[in-house]
């Protein structure tokens, strides 16, 4: 009886903090930092005639080679590429970003380039030589995986270029995707080579996401309170709260709840 009893006060604790407002799961990655030991969540995409692949990793050594990589940087996992002869290789996820809310993509991202260089020609076809190159790229869910057209990748979050250092110790990396709310994106890691071995490593993929509110009246206007998602029932409660200076929120002093 006592364990039922704990097991129900644990399951009430969990349960008022997703009912608290601002607190929900508007947009979630998957596994993100690997600690499954495999690509649940992700898919993994590798050129026709490619060696090598993504690969899920612990330690301190590339899966295939053996070469010396930095250990995860979060947890006991993380994925990197590692190969034996020239490909084109990418792990992507499709996340829907809920309307009304703000969302943060972020990331640890990091390389050891051994070729001595960086190629970036716009393509990921390990065919086009020379091509040696990581890139993270936000992109349309509806376009060919491998396209790097202007009207298919929403935006490049990271890019290797000419010049940059053959090496990048593990960096975190964020970036706003406030501007795609309400829309499902992809989340695309892509490693080329065909000079000579390419680690290109990520972890810790994760989504911030924060209930987007009005600053002004003129926002909530015309139909403009709907972009808030579920904050306000009307236009006359989004203008009361810009008014009250965020006092009459709805659900302030009762539970959020998502429709």
């Known amino acids: 009886m006592r364990g039922r009893f704990l097991l129900a006060i644990l399951g009430l604790g969990v349960a008022a903090i997703l009912a608290m407002p601002g607190v929900s799961s508007a947009a979630t990655i998957v596994n993100g930092g690997f600690e499954t030991g495999n690509f649940t969540g992700w898919t993994v995409s590798n050129q026709s005639g490619s060696f090598g692949n993504w690969y899920?990793?612990?330690?301190?050594s590339t899966p295939e080679n053996g070469f010396p990589i930095p250990a995860p940087p979060e947890g006991?996992?993380?994925?990197?590429?590692?190969?034996?002869?020239?490909?084109?290789?990418?792990l992507y996820q499709d996340v829907a970003l809920e309307a009304g809310f703000k969302?943060?993509?972020?990331?640890v991202v990091y390389y050891n380039n051994q070729a001595g260089e960086f190629a970036t020609p716009p393509s990921l076809d390990f065919g086009v030589f020379p091509n040696?190159?990581?890139?993270?790229?936000?992109?349309?869910?509806?376009?060919?995986v491998t396209s790097v057209l202007p009207g298919d990748v929403l935006a490049t979050v990271f890019q290797t270029n000419v010049g940059d250092p053959l090496t990048l110790a593990p960096t975190?990396?964020?970036f706003d995707l406030s501007g795609f709310a309400g829309t499902t994106v992809r989340i695309r890691f892509a490693e080329?080579?065909?000079?000579l071995f390419f680690a290109g490593s990520v972890d810790n993929v994760a989504l911030t996401s924060t209930r987007a509110l009005p600053t002004t009246k003129e926002q909530c206007k015309?139909?403009?309170?709907r972009n808030f998602g579920t904050s306000f029932k009307n236009q006359g409660d989004c203008v009361s709260f810009v008014a009250t200076n965020g006092k009459n929120e709805p659900g302030k002093n009762q539970p959020y709840k998502r429709r």
């Open 56 to 60: 899920v990793y612990s330690g301190i």
């Open 132 to 144: 040696q190159q990581y890139r993270v790229d936000v992109l349309k869910p509806t376009a060919p």
């Open 103 to 107: 969302h943060t993509l972020s990331f």
């Open 76 to 90: 006991t996992q993380a994925a990197t590429t590692d190969q034996g002869g020239p490909g084109s290789h990418i």
């Open 192 to 195: 080329v080579d065909n000079e």
């Open 222 to 225: 015309n139909g403009g309170w």
């Open 172 to 174: 975190p990396v964020s």
